[in-house]
């Protein structure tokens, strides 16, 4: 088991991710912006975590991935959208 | 990057963009630039970083069915099913992390299956 965080959890990218992790056994927290999103994380077996890292402190930032073993930067994920 | 160092978080998956690079060749007046220009400088710092981390770059992303294979090798950017990215992070996520740390791996969809791809992109 892993410890992972996702940042920018609700991606589409991320939301696929999500339950495959899960799935493996690893611990997830999903970085959301939206405190509104926090129901569509859990129901994907993630614990949501409401932060917006852009306007973080670095010591924040530092406290939000403490006890992380894995992070995933998902935020802006690929280099935009074909379909 | 720096503030997972310090938390304790030791691995970092990045996902990148293909194309993302100091050759990235996106004009200033894209709009498409600024992002170019982030995503190459997060992966730099990223790479300069204690860290064990692997950047995952795929190229333009699709709502295609997801896939256990893909393409490590292509030179040019094609297009990627969210899906098989997804299944890309869970592979790195998953693996040895010694096995996996250092990889930089641009992808697209393909006939390699992920285990076989992530072991000969070195």
Same mark, same amino acid.
């Given at each position: ?7 920018? +959890? ?52 530092? +406290? ?20 | ?39 190459? &400088? ?5 790479? &300069? ?46 693996? &040895? ?26």
């Amino acid at each position: 088991m892993t410890r992972i965080i996702i940042v920018g +959890g609700h991606g589409k990218v991320a939301r696929k991710l999500t339950p495959l992790l899960v799935e493996d056994g690893h611990q997830v927290t999903s970085v959301i912006r939206d405190p509104d999103q926090s129901a569509a994380i859990s129901k994907l077996g993630a614990e949501p975590s409401v932060a917006d890292v852009a306007s973080m402190q670095p010591h924040e930032l530092e +406290g939000l991935l403490r006890g992380q073993d894995l992070v995933v930067g998902a935020a802006g994920a690929g280099g935009g959208s074909a379909v | 990057m720096d503030a997972a160092a310090a938390a304790g978080a030791e691995r970092y998956v990045m996902v990148s963009y293909f194309g993302a690079g100091p050759d990235h060749g996106v004009p200033p007046e894209n709009d498409f630039y600024a992002y170019a220009q982030a995503k190459t &400088e997060a992966d730099a710092h990223l790479e &300069e970083s204690a860290l064990k981390w692997t950047i995952l770059q795929p190229s333009a992303l699709t709502e295609g069915p997801p896939a256990d294979t893909v393409d490590v090798q292509a030179s040019d950017a094609g297009q990627v099913s969210r899906g098989t990215v997804a299944r890309m992070i869970r592979a790195v996520a998953g693996a &040895e992390p010694a096995a996996v740390a250092g990889l930089k791996i641009p992808f697209n969809d393909g006939d390699t299956p992920i285990d076989d791809a992530l072991r000969h992109v070195r």
